[in-house]
């Protein structure tokens, strides 16, 4: 049964409306931290149905609308992809934000002239996690073959941080934030959480990061900061009535 919560809308900051979509599992597969992957499904037309039922909440408020799923963008079934840009085109949608792995890079560009065609801005976010390779690729196993901030800005607007590691520092969470800001338009940091993952939060480096790192960036309009995942309002269980 059902049990997430799957609309949500952000009222600070960026405001926009917010839809977790189903999937099938994400192609990737191998972040050694993620757990995204448990909410997928094989099965497109059970996924149509979640996903249409959650569109069909966006109102077009904002004018913005980000949509999530357990893996990339490129993963939703064309029925989804389609009713997405129904609903950008109905309800008056000028910006579409969403995610992709790296693996995707050569296919952006084609998603991008898309959606600008039925009159929509679309900006999609990589999850980099940190701009340390070796830390990123041997340790958070994210398969992204590229060191330079620069080439993969190139390809993404945004990108998301996750801070809260073991081995990190407030001098590397800092550098992370800068870099990301000076690459891309909008940064999101997470902090890590305990999942069903062997990949445990380190309660020492989120108190560096809440002590000395927070202060700065909690008014910042291009950083966006969730100390949970569902901070966003999305992912969260639906509480029993």
Same mark, same amino acid.
């Given at each position: 049964?059902?049990?997430?919560?799957?609309?949500?809308?952000?009222?600070?900051?960026?405001?926009?409306?917010?839809?977790?979509?189903?999937?099938?599992?994400?192609?990737?597969?191998?972040?050694?931290?993620?757990?995204?992957?448990?909410?997928?499904?094989?099965?497109?037309?059970?996924?149509?149905?979640?996903?249409?039922?959650? #569109?069909?909440?966006? =109102?077009? !408020?904002?004018?913005? $609308? @980000?949509? +999530?799923?357990?893996?990339?963008? %490129? &993963?939703?079934?064309?029925?989804?992809?389609?009713?997405?840009?129904?609903?950008?085109?109905?309800?008056?949608?000028?910006?579409?934000?969403?995610?992709?792995?790296?693996?995707?890079?050569?296919?952006?560009?084609?998603?991008?002239?898309?959606?600008?065609?039925?009159?929509?801005?679309?900006?999609?976010?990589?999850?980099?996690?940190?701009?340390?390779?070796?830390?990123?690729?041997?340790?958070?196993?994210?398969?992204?073959?590229?060191?330079?901030?620069?080439?993969?800005?190139?390809?993404?607007?945004?990108?998301?941080?996750?801070?809260? #590691?073991?081995?990190? =520092?407030? !001098?590397?969470?800092? $550098? @992370?934030? +800068?870099?990301?800001?000076?690459? %891309? &338009?909008?940064?999101?940091?997470?902090?890590?959480?305990?999942?069903?993952?062997?990949?445990?939060?380190?309660?020492?480096?989120?108190?560096?990061?809440?002590?000395?790192?927070?202060?700065?960036?909690?008014?910042?309009?291009?950083?966006?900061?969730?100390?949970?995942?569902?901070?966003?309002?999305?992912?969260?269980?639906?509480?029993?009535?």
């Amino acid at each position: 049964m059902e049990s997430l919560v799957r609309y949500a809308k952000v009222t600070e900051k960026e405001k926009r409306e917010l839809v977790l979509l189903k999937a099938p599992k994400c192609r990737w597969h191998r972040c050694s931290f993620c757990d995204y992957h448990l909410d997928s499904c094989e099965d497109v037309n059970k996924n149509f149905s979640i996903n249409k039922k959650q #569109l069909d909440k966006v =109102t077009g !408020e904002f004018k913005t $609308l @980000d949509v +999530a799923n357990s893996g990339s963008f %490129f &993963e939703l079934d064309l029925m989804t992809v389609d009713y997405i840009k129904d609903i950008c085109t109905k309800k008056g949608i000028t910006t579409l934000i969403c995610e992709s792995h790296w693996m995707y890079k050569d296919k952006i560009n084609n998603l991008k002239e898309d959606f600008k065609n039925i009159g929509v801005d679309l900006k999609i976010k990589i999850g980099i996690e940190t701009f340390d390779y070796l830390f990123r690729e041997s340790y958070l196993i994210k398969g992204i073959q590229e060191s330079d901030p620069y080439m993969i800005s190139k390809y993404f607007d945004r990108v998301c941080l996750l801070f809260g #590691l073991p081995g990190q =520092t407030t !001098e590397s969470m800092l $550098l @992370d934030i +800068a870099t990301a800001l000076k690459y %891309f &338009e909008h940064v999101y940091v997470n902090i890590m959480t305990s999942n069903t993952t062997r990949i445990f939060p380190s309660p020492v480096v989120i108190k560096q990061f809440k002590e000395k790192i927070y202060p700065i960036f909690t008014d910042e309009k291009t950083v966006e900061i969730l100390f949970n995942n569902t901070d966003f309002g999305i992912g969260t269980m639906k509480s029993k009535k």
